[in-house]
């Protein structure tokens, strides 16, 4: 079956390390999307990319990185990580237009 | 800023009662999606709804697109202890593929 997954699901960093959260997906979806998500803002995106080599930045894009070179693949990097990033992280994709988001079961990061 | 702004924020009822989410933005919205989230799981959609004035029906979830298109409600009748979790609109703006989520209600049904 397809499906999407994230990696690590937990992960303890240092402040100032770079760390990258990985997302793979195998439905072939040409839409990808990071979300952020922290108590009383809901989730809100980091990232996104309609296709290889498309990336747009989100509304909490500060901080934050992705590339896409395949259809299957897009890594968030924390360039320099900082406390106010700890939070979980989810990835999703998307065929396109109003078609649902299917999300993986996140990453719990925390950077002490 | 947040674009989509739910209410309330946390919810807590018996089981058995009727209860409404609302989902408001001032913003206009192509289609807007509602989504259920278990704990350590990533969301899960339950509906998409795209005309303004658009009622679905889950069961005993209603939802519904408000004319405009920059609101949106849930109501879900005969509240069970299933139905907990945590609630999530998120709309899709016209011209892009881009979805944006709402602050969240959090809903717990005590049996």
């Known amino acids: 079956d397809a499906e999407i997954t994230q990696s690590p699901r937990h992960k303890i960093t240092e402040t100032g390390r770079q760390v990258t959260l990985a997302c793979h997906q195998t439905w072939n979806h040409n839409n990808m999307f990071w979300y952020r998500q922290d108590l009383g803002h809901g989730l809100r995106l980091i990232h996104y990319?309609?296709?290889?080599?498309?990336?747009n930045k989100g509304e909490v894009s500060d901080g934050y990185s992705v590339s896409r070179s395949n259809t299957e693949d897009l890594p968030l990097t924390l360039e320099s990580a900082a406390s106010s990033q700890t939070s979980v992280y989810f990835c999703?994709?998307?065929?396109?237009?109003?078609?649902?988001?299917?999300f993986g079961s996140g990453t719990q990061l925390s950077v002490l | 800023t947040q674009l989509l702004e739910q209410s309330p924020q946390f919810l807590s009822i018996q089981e058995g009662e009727n209860l409404t989410v609302y989902c408001n933005s001032s913003s206009v919205f192509s289609s807007l999606q509602w989504y259920r989230q278990e704990p350590g799981e990533g969301p899960v959609l339950l509906v998409t709804?795209?005309?303004?004035?658009e009622v679905k029906k889950l069961k005993r979830l209603t939802f519904q697109f408000g004319d405009a298109r920059k609101d949106s409600s849930l109501h879900i009748t005969a509240a069970q202890p299933g139905d907990t979790g945590l609630y999530l609109c998120?709309?899709?703006?016209?011209?892009?593929?881009?979805?944006?989520f709402g602050t969240g209600t959090r809903l717990k049904v005590l049996a």
């Open positions: 999703a994709s998307s065929q396109g237009g109003i078609e649902k988001l299917f």
């Open positions: 709804v795209v005309t303004g004035g």
């Open positions: 990319s309609y296709g290889v080599q498309d990336t």
């Open positions: 998120a709309g899709v703006r016209s011209g892009t593929y881009k979805y944006i």
